[in-house]
C-alpha cells in the first residue's frame, strides 16, 4: 500500500529556510487524482495547511504563508518537497506530509506520513 | 476563508456513551467538502469521514457523520476506549483548506 515517508533537518535556525522531503513509497506522485500536500501543528496545538502540489506541477498555497512557501515534485524520485524560508519560532511545529484525494466532488486527506518535528531555535 | 468552529473544546463521557461533536462554518458550503479526522497523542490524524456522511475504508460504523449547509455533525454512538481522542473537522471546496480547532474526547 501507499506509504509517506517526511524527512529532513529537526533543527533550524531563526531566519533561515526549513527543507523537508517526503517520499512516496507504494505508488506513484504521478497520479491524477492526488494533490501532494502539506500540513503542520504547533506543539499542543491544532492542524494548519501549507499547500499542495498536483502531479502537473501547479500548486496551491495558503495565503498566511503563501510569501515565504514553495512545494516542488521531483517525479524521477517519487518525492515532493516543503521549502519555508525566513523562519521564526512561530513556525516550530510538526510537519506532516498528506495526500489529498478527490472523488465525487469530496476532497479529503487519506494517507499521512507519520509526521517529523521541527524547532526553530539559535 | 472558511472558518470552522468545532464545539465543545473538550467532552468528557464514559465508556458505551455517546458522544456529539458540532462543526460550525462561517459561510454554508456543500456537504460534499467536509470531512472529519481522529488524532490520538503521537500519530497522524486520520481520516474518518468525507463529503460529510461517508465513512472511510476501515472505520467502524458506530462513527456517523451529518449535516448541512453550516452546520455538521461527527456522532460516535458508543465510544470505546480506543476512541478518546480529539476530532478534527476540515473543508475544501475553496481555497485555503481549513481546520477546525478541534474537540477533545476525554474520559470521565
Known amino acids: 500500500q501507499v506509504q509517506l515517508q517526511e524527512s529532513g533537518p529537526g533543527l533550524v535556525k531563526p531566519s533561515e529556510t526549513l527543507s523537508l522531503i517526503c517520499t512516496v513509497s507504494?505508488?506513484?506522485?504521478?497520479?491524477?487524482?492526488?494533490?501532494w500536500s502539506w500540513i503542520r501543528q504547533p506543539p499542543g496545538k491544532g492542524l494548519e495547511w501549507i499547500g499542495y502540489?498536483?502531479?502537473?506541477?501547479?500548486?496551491n498555497y495558503n495565503p498566511s504563508l503563501k510569501s515565504r512557501v514553495t512545494i516542488s515534485l521531483d517525479t524521477s524520485k517519487n518525492q515532493f518537497s516543503l521549502k519555508l524560508n525566513s523562519v521564526t519560532a512561530a513556525d516550530t511545529a510538526v510537519h506532516y506530509c498528506?495526500?489529498?484525494?478527490?472523488?465525487?466532488?469530496?476532497?479529503?486527506?487519506?494517507?499521512w506520513g507519520r509526521g517529523t518535528l521541527v524547532t526553530v531555535s539559535s | 476563508e472558511i472558518v470552522l468552529t468545532q464545539s465543545p473544546g473538550t467532552l468528557s463521557l464514559s465508556r458505551g456513551e455517546r458522544a456529539t461533536l458540532s462543526c460550525r462554518a462561517s459561510q454554508s458550503f456543500s456537504s460534499t467538502y467536509l470531512a472529519w479526522y481522529q488524532q490520538k497523542p503521537g500519530q497522524a490524524p486520520r481520516l474518518l469521514i468525507y463529503g460529510a456522511s461517508s465513512r472511510a475504508t476501515g472505520i467502524p460504523d458506530r462513527f456517523s457523520g451529518s449535516g448541512s449547509g453550516t452546520d455538521f455533525t461527527l456522532t460516535i454512538s458508543r465510544l470505546e476506549p480506543e476512541d478518546f481522542a480529539v476530532y478534527y473537522c476540515?473543508?475544501?471546496?475553496?481555497?485555503?483548506?481549513?481546520f477546525g480547532g478541534g474537540t477533545k474526547v476525554e474520559i470521565k
Open positions: 476540515q473543508h475544501y471546496g475553496s481555497s485555503p483548506l481549513t
Open positions: 502540489i498536483y502531479y502537473s506541477g501547479s500548486t
Open positions: 498528506a495526500r489529498l484525494t478527490t472523488m465525487a466532488g469530496s476532497w479529503y486527506l487519506d494517507l
Open positions: 507504494g505508488g506513484s506522485v504521478n497520479s491524477g487524482s492526488s494533490y
